[in-house]
């Protein structure tokens, strides 16, 4: 079993930055994928990013790409989301997943294991 806190949310500024942690314990396989999925008021939770746990290959979403970072700390068992350039529309709840799925997924069926998600708000 495996267990995923999120850290780091908050309030800030449109083009502003933030730093999202995802800390997690248990028995977490070298060919996991670990992605955040973020969840707007009145919509469906959608891909951000995602990273394999071993060898740190990314995708992103086209929407996120060029402004946000992910990768992980194997040593602290961390995967780290860097939001730069933040807009009104990041605003959401940002939920960590992982699981034994293809990085490249960007399903939230495709991923066993769910954080409780962290808010944030970007003001403009």
């Known amino acids: 079993q495996v267990q995923l806190v999120e850290s780091g949310g908050g309030l800030v500024q449109a083009g502003g930055s933030l730093r999202l942690s995802c800390a997690a314990s248990g028995r977490i396989a070298s060919y996991y994928a670990m992605g955040w999925f973020r969840q707007a008021p009145g919509k469906e939770r959608e891909f951000v990013a995602s990273?394999?746990?071993?060898?740190?290959?990314?995708y992103y979403a086209n929407s996120v790409k060029g402004r946000f970072t992910i990768s992980r700390d194997n040593a602290k068992n961390t995967v780290y989301l860097q939001m730069n350039s933040l807009k009104p529309e990041d605003t959401a709840v940002y939920f960590c997943a992982g699981g034994r799925t293809y990085y490249m997924s960007t399903s939230p069926r495709e991923y066993n294991y769910w954080g409780q998600g962290t808010q944030v708000t970007v003001s403009s």
């Open positions: 990273i394999t746990w071993s060898g740190g290959s990314t």
